[in-house]
């Protein structure tokens, strides 16, 4: 985005876990994230206490350390801990940053043709590189916020200080531990085979043993979508693509199935 105009309305943002802000600025593409920077867990109560850009502690008009708050709600050790972009010891929308790109930088296609006596081998990949991606399923699955079930991700979850790890503690209906923040975006980078075909032509010498008056035959065995490379955590990388209206979120989309054809192509 070049430019925008003076009279353009910036987004209606809303502060609460899975947020994300849906922006249009001048110098970033259309289709990116805004969110919150993710920065682990608070280990323990001096963790939690504010501190300003030279990395000092924050102290109120009695002398007492301020505690940081997510929205309303003070922190506490074990909870999601946010960077604080202005430095006033509170986390909300005048701390979302630019996160990253839902654009692919790149698009590809293509494929190689092998070929040895009467076999070929024939093969088509497609992929997409350096596109982000929100993962909602995985937020979801690691929110540990309501009743629903939970991915394994979260046996690893803070319980006490000195725990290693950057998920939050459970907290039930309370808390903003996974506000729309880096946490979930993910790199959805990915090369797919698209069609793997290995044909073999008969040999005419082995046909006209036979004696049956065929020409030529061709059997044929085609597998589609059989492997996709990728560290993308979810089930399929492949998305979707960016719009000015609509974020690019993974909901546990369902992965492209696997298929096998075969012929046989027989002429007299």
Same mark, same amino acid.
């Given at each position: ?7 353009? &309305? ?68 074990? @909870? ?22 839902? &654009? ?12 040895? /006596? @009467? ?53 039930? &209906? ?7 923040? @880096? ?17 073999? &032509?008969?040999?005419? /010498? ?29 089930? @399929? ?20 199935? /696997? ?10």
């Amino acid at each position: 985005v070049e430019k925008l105009p003076a009279t353009y &309305n910036k987004e209606s943002y809303t502060f609460g876990n899975g947020n994300y802000a849906l922006r249009i600025e001048e110098g970033k593409p259309v289709g990116a994230f805004y969110g919150y920077h993710y920065k682990g867990v608070y280990q323990n109560t001096v963790d939690t206490y504010a501190k300003d850009s030279m990395g000092n502690i924050m102290y109120d008009v009695n002398g007492q350390p301020i505690t940081m708050r997510n929205g309303s709600q003070v922190v506490y050790p074990g @909870d999601a801990k946010y960077e604080d972009i202005n430095g006033d010891g509170v986390i909300n929308e005048k701390d979302i940053v630019y996160l990253g790109n839902a &654009n692919p930088k790149l698009i590809f296609g293509g494929g190689f043709l092998l070929k040895w /006596k @009467d076999l070929s081998l024939t093969t088509v990949f497609y992929g997409r590189l350096g596109q982000k991606v929100i993962n909602r399923a995985r937020m979801n699955l690691e929110s540990m916020y309501g009743k629903g079930n939970q991915s394994t991700a979260v046996l690893n979850r803070w319980r006490s200080e000195g725990d290693q790890t950057d998920i939050p503690r459970a907290l039930y &209906n309370m808390g903003y531990n996974y506000l729309g923040s @880096d946490r979930f975006v993910e790199d959805a980078t990915y090369v797919r085979l698209k069609t793997l075909t290995l044909t073999y &032509n008969v040999p005419k /010498k082995f046909l006209s043993k036979l004696g049956w008056g065929i020409n030529s035959c061709k059997l044929t065995a085609t597998g589609y979508d059989l492997f996709t490379f990728t560290s993308y955590s979810g089930q @399929d990388p492949e998305v979707g693509m960016p719009n000015a209206k609509k974020l690019v979120e993974d909901n546990s989309t369902t992965p492209i199935s /696997k298929r096998y054809v075969f012929s046989l192509n027989v002429n007299f």
